[in-house]
């Protein structure tokens, strides 16, 4: 299994201008999640889907970010416009999920977002 | 508002000697915990999970306990090698549907040979 695959790796952009970050899930999860890490907030829920329907997206900044799951093999997070205050680590987890039981999440290894 | 936290930022141990890496929560209503491991630019690695139903769980050189009475999680790692330096995050997650894992702010574990 590839695992969890996150697309860029690396991002650098301009403020104003729109991010997309990409995901794929391990093929069987049902469950996706963004998270979004800083040294001064720690990892941050921002949305999560389940079967392909958002389930919580309490966790978004605001309405320059939006999410989207078209499938159960891919996702998208996007920001726009973006600002300097969005520069982080942006990762993507999936699970299963069960309605009489929790798994633990597997994660890719993050984009790197800097808005300069 | 409820949080998972750490008792200690920093945690420097020498090789071969065993690691005790703190966690507290405050949400009782939390049943299921993991503890993840963060290497340097890379995603955070699951270890080990327990459920509520448990007090103790034992991996491969890590033991997880959880003390439901004080709400107090904890990562034991025995014969700790460099290899083990990274940062350690607690998560926690609510039994109530549509909950997602709740990550503490994470432990630096610095191993010295």
């Known amino acids: 299994d590839a695992g969890v695959i996150q697309s860029p790796r690396h991002e650098v952009t301009e403020m104003g201008q729109e991010v997309t970050l990409r995901c794929k899930p391990i093929s069987g999860h049902n469950s996706l999640f963004w998270y979004r890490q800083t040294m001064m907030r720690g990892l941050e829920l921002l949305i999560y889907f389940n079967n392909n329907v958002p389930i919580d997206d309490s966790g978004m900044p605001e309405d320059r970010f939006s999410a989207k799951m078209p499938n159960a093999s891919f996702s998208t997070l996007k920001i726009q416009p973006s600002e300097p205050r969005d520069s982080a680590v942006y990762f993507c987890a999936s699970s299963r999920t069960a309605s009489d039981r929790a798994y633990g999440y597997t994660f890719g290894s993050g984009t790197r977002l800097t808005v300069v | 508002g409820e949080s998972v936290g750490l008792h200690l930022p920093t945690l420097s141990v020498q090789e071969g000697d065993n690691s005790i890496i703190n966690c507290a929560y405050s949400?009782?209503?939390?049943?299921?915990f993991i503890w993840y491991k963060q290497e340097s630019g890379k995603g955070p690695q699951f270890i080990i999970d327990i459920r509520s139903n448990m007090d103790k769980r034992q991996g491969q050189r890590v033991t997880v306990l959880l003390n439901k009475t004080v709400k107090h999680l904890s990562l034991q790692i025995a014969a700790t090698q460099p290899g083990d330096s990274a940062v350690y995050f607690c998560a926690e997650k609510s039994g109530q549907a549509g909950t997602a894992l709740i990550f503490g702010k994470g432990t630096t574990l610095s191993v010295s040979s």
């Open positions: 949400n009782s209503a939390s049943d299921y």
